[in-house]
């Protein structure tokens, strides 16, 4: 990295004698995302996630750009050049920062309201998963079980665009969420603008906590906590998921991330209630759990003194899940639904490609190839189980912080399928316990590239009449158009930038930011 990161006496209260020299002009940056931000919101109306039953779809600006050869194209050039214009910005903020001080701070916030306010107006992009969301309210509406059935029991659910296979899934979101879900439908009447904009003011609750809380974990654990917001909430990633695509992941790891303070601030009753809170969003962070109750038990806890505060955490948590399923009566159906994610692969995740190669292997040789893969998945699972428990019982009680986003990563990244939404969840927990700028650094900015390009490409809504003879063949050309462009965005950034081409390379610079903890 070639900003230079003081030691932490000398950012403790981001202070310094000279606060205009902390950020040499951040405009620039700031208005390149700006405009990428812009970009990704005109190319979302031709090619991001509208519902069938959507009005928009019959207004003239709409039809133009989904229906005609050039609006698509417009909008995919603009969808993908804004969105590594974002992934510029950002790297280009960070390079502007000659000190990690209030004014990296107050940069990074003005970075988060400019790249994201545009965002909050987009068409959805890279998932359509807030139209199962209203799928889900409709059906808790109508007055069916969530947990019990799929959307496929409502009435016309082909027309609320959500992805086919939701049709049947059981749900596997909390009670909060479900709480959530029914109130946008009952409020909105199943309008789907109404309603992705409400989803989309929860999920800029879990921006806001993230923000607020990012930066206060940070400085409990010795990392600059300017440095960490810009890591975390500046990150083209995290604006993408969380607002974008309205991912509830922004209010799961929001609440996580403010009961993880609350919990190593000595309030821990507070702590475990908001991580609670999270789970009953996105069960997944039920893993921070038994983390909770080693800091709850103390640095030279006995392992009998451990075993009574992992109970008394476990009790705390589950009592609060339980009252909470007791008022739609709908009790801890979500376990149900935890199985769906584990039975889909991606090739990039490194068990998935396992998985494939294992079953490319044994169809060869006439055997249940598919079958074999999900020994493979199941023994990915276990592994990452081994891992958990392995940082669960064994390490010092001053790493505690670093052993829970170890294990969460282990549960992520030894899954057959990894979304760039999960990827998102790891951010903040890294950041806040120290990303180093060397190696670590520039694996998040290989990481964070190679997810914007993999979003851009990936799901796209095109009209398929705009080649009769082959109805799949102008998704493959939009997807396969908008990864070359992202693409060569990216390697221009890597090898052709003069300015961050720099970030990528290998310096000789000493590492200047606080080890790992």
């Keep these: ?18 606060t205009a020299a902390e950020v040499d002009n951040a405009r620039s940056p700031l208005i390149a995302g700006f405009i990428g931000s812009v970009f990704m919101v005109i190319g979302s109306l031709g090619v991001g996630w509208l519902a ?4 928009l779809r019959r207004m ?9 050869t050039a609006g698509v194209v417009l909008s995919i050039v603009l969808l993908a050049i804004g ?6 910005a950002w790297l280009r903020l960070g390079q502007r920062v000659r000190v990690w001080g209030l004014e990296a701070r107050k940069a990074t916030l003005q970075a988060v ?3 994201g306010l545009p965002m909050m107006f987009t068409v959805p992009l890279f998932s359509r998963d807030v139209y199962a969301y209203i799928g889900q309210g409709r059906l808790m509406v109508e007055g069916f079980n969530p947990y019990e059935r799929g959307i496929s029991a409502l009435s016309n659910y082909f027309q609320l665009g959500a992805d086919k296979m939701w049709t049947e899934a059981p749900v596997p979101y909390g009670q909060l969420f479900l709480w959530i879900e029914q109130f946008v439908v009952w409020s909105t009447n199943v309008h789907p603008e109404a309603g992705i904009m409400l989803f989309r003011l929860a999920a800029l609750v879990g921006v806001v906590l993230c923000i607020i809380y990012v930066p206060k974990l940070a400085e409990l654990h010795g990392v600059n906590p300017h440095r960490a917001l810009w890591l975390t909430a500046a990150n083209p990633l995290f604006l993408t998921n969380f607002i974008a695509s309205v991912h509830n992941d922004a209010l799961m790891i929001g609440l996580a991330l403010a009961g993880l303070y609350y919990c190593a601030t000595r309030r821990v009753v507070l702590g475990i209630v908001l991580v609670t809170l999270s789970i009953s969003v996105k069960p997944i962070t039920i893993v921070f759990l038994p983390f909770i109750g080693l800091l709850w038990a103390g640095k030279n806890a006995g392992w009998p003194r451990k075993f009574v505060f992992w109970g008394l955490t476990a009790g705390i948590s589950l009592a609060l899940l339980y009252a909470m399923s007791l008022v739609n009566g709908f009790g801890f159906g979500w376990i149900n639904g935890l199985s769906a994610p584990g039975s889909i692969w991606i090739w990039y995740a490194p068990v998935g490609l396992l998985g494939l190669i294992v079953a490319s292997i044994g169809n060869a040789f006439s055997l249940d190839g598919w079958g074999l893969s999900k020994w493979v998945y199941d023994a990915g699972k276990l592994l990452a189980v081994g891992i958990v428990a392995w940082q669960i019982f064994k390490g010092a009680h001053d790493r505690l912080m670093r052993r829970l986003t170890l ?3 282990a549960v992520v990244f030894l899954a057959p399928m990894i979304q760039s939404w999960y990827v998102v969840w790891l951010i903040p927990l890294f950041a806040v316990t120290g990303i180093r700028d060397d190696w670590q650094v520039k694996a998040l900015y290989f990481i964070v590239s190679f ?5 851009i490409s990936d799901q796209l809504e095109v009209f398929p009449y705009l080649q009769t003879e082959d109805l799949g063949l102008a998704l493959a050309l939009a997807r396969n ?6 693409l060569l965005f990216a390697l221009y950034l890597i090898f052709l930038d003069p300015r961050t081409k720099l970030l990528f390379s290998k310096s000789e610079e000493p590492v200047t930011s606080r080890p790992v903890i």
């Design 451 to 455: 997810f914007m390009v993999y979003a």
């Design 481 to 486: 158009g908008a990864a070359i462009i992202a």
């Design 60 to 68: 003239p600006l709409f039809i133009w750009m989904r229906t005609e």
């Design 52 to 55: 069938p039953a959507s009005e």
């Design 113 to 115: 309201v400019a790249w």
């Design 1 to 18: 990295m070639t900003a230079r990161v003081p030691a932490a006496e000398d950012v403790a209260i981001g202070a310094s004698p000279d």
């Design 407 to 409: 294990a969460f990563a």
């Design 83 to 88: 969105g590594m214009l974002l992934v510029r």
